[in-house]
């Protein structure tokens, strides 16, 4: 009965995730409340639900949210574009060409065991601006999850295809344009939304090195003014804009892998 779940139709998918997602909410308002409603934590009371919604909806109204949420989207686009520049040529390469996976296996895998956030001291060394700096780590933090992934994708091609066009007189070069690149692209669409996640995460820690703007610069101000309705509104911004955007990738993998299989 439970493996049914993984192949139960859309309508009863989207209704046992709206389901999840308020059984999260109320699991959060109890805990909250069972929690900050005791009177040795009464300075957080601002963690509530209540004040956070209020928070929430004031932010909204505010303009100076909206900077600092067009701002860390842009450091987003920025970072990840910046990694998938780099990154998918490399995976390509890795896949395509095993003496090049296996000469570059073992330091890729070792860079990817590292923190991004180790990288913080180096960054604020090598680059004259913050903003530099933060774009750095979140290429740090995303280009090994785009070079695997997209490295995985070229490894799970057809080889048929690949001899078909060997067998026309096909070059590596068209194969790599006519085959590689197009059959791909899914995994490439995943590559980057697993580095979605991964920037979302950096990206907080990053906006506290000297940004004045950006959503991990607003939790660093409710912290510092002991604003926590505020504090707790932003982490609740950060999951929805997260969310959304994740959403909007899964939207896209689904219509480019229809494409490609028609």
Same mark, same amino acid.
């Given at each position: 009965?439970?493996? !049914? ?6 309508? +009863? ?22 929690? +900050?409603?005791? $009177?040795? +934590? ?6 509530? $639900? ?8 004031? #932010? ?46 073992? #330091? ?18 090598? +680059? ?7 774009? &750095? ?11 695997? !992934? ?5 490894? !799970?091609? !057809? ?39 991964? #920037? ?7 906006? &506290? ?12 101000? #409710? ?40």
């Amino acid at each position: 009965m439970g493996l !049914n779940v993984f192949f139960m139709p859309r309508k +009863f998918g989207f209704r046992y995730e709206m389901m999840g997602l308020a059984l999260f909410a109320a699991a959060w308002v109890l805990v909250s409340y069972i929690i +900050f409603s005791r $009177p040795q +934590f009464s300075q957080f009371q601002g963690f509530l $639900p209540g004040p956070t919604f209020r928070a929430l909806i004031s #932010a909204f109204a505010d303009e100076r949210f909206w900077l600092s949420v067009f701002t860390s989207l842009r450091r987003i686009v920025v970072g990840i574009s910046l990694a998938a520049l780099f990154g998918i040529p490399i995976g390509i390469l890795v896949g395509f060409y095993p003496r090049v996976q296996g000469l570059s296996y073992s #330091a890729i895998q070792f860079v990817r065991m590292i923190s991004p956030l180790s990288w913080m001291p180096i960054a604020l060394l090598l +680059f004259a601006s913050f903003e530099s700096a933060v774009y &750095f780590l979140i290429v740090m933090a995303t280009i090994c999850p785009v070079i695997l !992934n997209t490295t995985t994708g070229v490894r !799970n091609i !057809n080889p048929q295809w690949i001899k078909m066009a060997m067998n026309q007189g096909a070059g590596n070069y068209q194969l790599i344009r006519t085959i590689v690149i197009p059959a791909s692209v899914p995994h490439m669409l995943t590559s980057l939304r697993l580095a979605l996640g991964v #920037a979302w995460i950096v990206l907080v820690p990053a906006e &506290f090195l000297g940004v004045s703007s950006g959503l991990g610069y607003l939790i660093n101000d #409710a912290r510092d003014t002991m604003e926590y309705d505020k504090l707790m509104a932003m982490i609740i911004a950060i999951g929805i804009l997260g969310f959304t955007l994740d959403r909007l990738f899964q939207k896209l993998q689904k219509t480019l892998r229809w494409s490609w299989n028609e």
